[in-house]
């Protein structure tokens, strides 16, 4: 179920927080299981950028895996975003003609 259906089944006043929070759970949810044994892996690199980082001490598998969760984590930002498309322009649709649920408590 997308996030548009989830959001529809519920009433407008209530769509803002659930659609907010169900966001917020797809966003803050790990990109890979850090507790998943290490698995051996061979990786072709430029020579001097492998001399020049092993003089520096640079822990490669620590500087592929950060690289990796933030390549994943922003391809899977974009996929999401691409799949709940059509959820997310009805959200501000919602928002634009009907305001949003805090306008009454904003003093600005």
């Known amino acids: 179920m997308t ?5 529809l089944y519920d009433s407008i006043s209530n769509a803002y927080v659930l659609c907010a929070f169900k966001l917020w759970v797809i966003l803050m949810q790990q990109v890979y299981d850090e507790n998943a ?3 051996a892996t061979n990786l ?3 020579s001097d950028l492998l001399i020049k980082a092993r003089n520096l001490k640079i822990n490669l598998s620590a500087t592929l895996e950060h690289a990796l969760v933030s390549d994943v984590r922003k391809a899977e930002r974009k996929k999401w975003q691409t799949e709940n498309k059509k959820a997310i322009n009805a959200l501000n649709e919602l928002a634009e003609n009907n305001g949003l649920f805090s306008d009454s408590y904003r003093d600005f």
């Open 3 to 7: 996030l548009l259906d989830h959001c």
């Open 37 to 39: 044994p290490k698995k």
């Open 44 to 46: 072709s690199i430029n």
